[in-house]
Structures are given as structure tokens and as C-alpha cells.
């Protein structure tokens, strides 16, 4: 199979708040004991603002990981939700929200392959090592 070259297009993500912002003052955030202790699966959320009603929220694969290595650490869960509270729900192509570790800017940063041959690299595992 050859690579096919084409006009990168980014994928639109629509950010839609923190799920602080999304249940309110007066809401609260929960996780779904469930989905918490089975690892293989993402972490879910209960979000429910001050009027009672709630929605489900599933974490990204990646903070998923990090919030059961960071319980498994000690954190509290109130910990972890507060910062959870924080982050960033996305929403994709597919119409699904779910909560994400920031991403940074969001722009694309390319490097001319002259500009990174001049760059000293001594092996793969120097990139492993971060």
C-alpha cells in the first residue's frame, strides 16, 4: 500500500464548556462506580445541574487512564472530579460530547524536513524518555 497525498483537512471539533459551566451553579458531578472500577472501558460522569436533571458524560480514552492512575495513586475522587470539572467537553463529527485533556491551540505546527535534519537525535528511546 503506497501513502496517498491530499489537502490536509482538520477535523472541527465544537468545544461546548467545561462541565462545570454545563451543570451550573448549584449542579454537581459524579462518576459512575460502574464504569470507574472496570478497567477497558472509558470513565463516565453524571452531570446534573440544580433543576435535578442529569446527563452522562464519558471521558476520552486518555483521561480515562489518567483519572484511574491518578485514584489508584490516592487522589480523592472530589479531587479528581474538581479537576475533571475543568476540562474541556468536545464534540465531533459524530455528534457525541465527550470530556478531553486540553490540546493546546489547536494550530497545526509544521517543520520544514530541513529544519529537522539539523536537529541533534540521538535514538528512538531519547523520545521515549519524555
Known amino acids: 500500500m503506497a501513502l496517498k ?18 451543570v451550573g451553579k448549584g449542579g454537581s458531578l459524579a462518576f459512575i462506580p460502574k464504569n470507574l472500577a472496570k478497567i477497558g472501558t472509558r470513565v ?5 445541574n440544580k433543576a435535578g436533571e442529569s446527563t452522562v458524560l464519558s471521558c476520552s480514552t486518555a483521561v480515562s487512564a489518567m483519572v484511574r492512575k491518578a ?19 468536545l464534540e465531533g463529527e459524530d455528534d457525541v460530547p465527550y470530556l478531553c485533556a486540553p490540546a493546546g491551540d489547536g494550530t497545526l505546527e509544521e517543520f520544514k524536513v530541513e529544519e529537522l535534519a539539523k536537529s541533534k537525535v540521538v535514538s528512538y528511546e531519547e523520545l521515549a524518555a519524555f
Do not use: H, N, R
Not at 491530499?6 to 462541565?19: C, F, I, K, Q
Not at 463516565?44 to 446534573?48: G, R
Open 5 to 22: 497525498f491530499a489537502v490536509y483537512e482538520s477535523t472541527t471539533l465544537t468545544d461546548l464548556g467545561t462541565p462545570a459551566t454545563a
Open 44 to 48: 463516565v460522569l453524571v452531570l446534573k
Open 71 to 89: 485514584l489508584d495513586g490516592g487522589m480523592e475522587k472530589k479531587q479528581a472530579l474538581a479537576i475533571l470539572s475543568k476540562l474541556s467537553i
